[in-house]
């Protein structure tokens, strides 16, 4: 099994979402990273474990917990001239983006934020707090999983 955390707008996508799908599942869509898109695309597996976190928001941090439930697949999204995702360069033949389907978990009973992850030692190379990181999906080591869930 793997861990990730994958970074949501709360204004666009967030937690409470996510709890509000059908079965309590979406597809994670929209990513436009080659780097991510690799990840979604050749390591991401189904019930692999993944941090919810929100960002770009007044308190950024991790908010709960999701799980691959579908590996990934090409983003229809790219394909569509009327959403803001479109890419006219994707070809339906050969998909340039992916997604993954994600299953909601848990909510975690407080926000983990960036600043307390940044404060702690034990996740120094966690790819989040470094400077300049700014991937959408990354990946996270069992053991920073299961020290950031001491956090909660």
């Known amino acids: 099994m793997n861990y990730w955390l994958m970074k949501s707008e709360p204004e666009a996508f967030s937690i409470n979402d996510l ?13 436009r990273n080659y780097q991510a898109r690799n990840m979604m695309r050749d390591a991401m597996k189904r019930g692999d474990q993944v941090f919810f976190y929100h960002s770009n928001c007044a308190e950024p941090g991790i908010v709960g917990i999701m799980e691959v439930v579908r590996e990934g697949y090409p983003d229809s999204l790219a394909f569509d001239p009327h959403d803001k995702h479109f890419d006219p360069k994707s070809d339906p033949a050969k998909p340039t983006w992916m997604m993954v389907d994600v299953k909601y978990i848990k909510t975690l ?7 307390e992850l940044k404060q702690k030692q034990e996740l120094s190379d966690l790819s989040l707090v470094r400077r300049g990181t700014r991937l959408s999906i990354m990946p996270v080591s069992k053991e920073q999983w299961d020290f950031i869930l001491s956090l909660e």
């Open 109 to 115: 009973s407080r926000t983990i934020t960036l600043t």
């Open 19 to 31: 709890i509000n799908r059908p079965n309590q599942t979406e597809h994670w869509d929209g990513v």
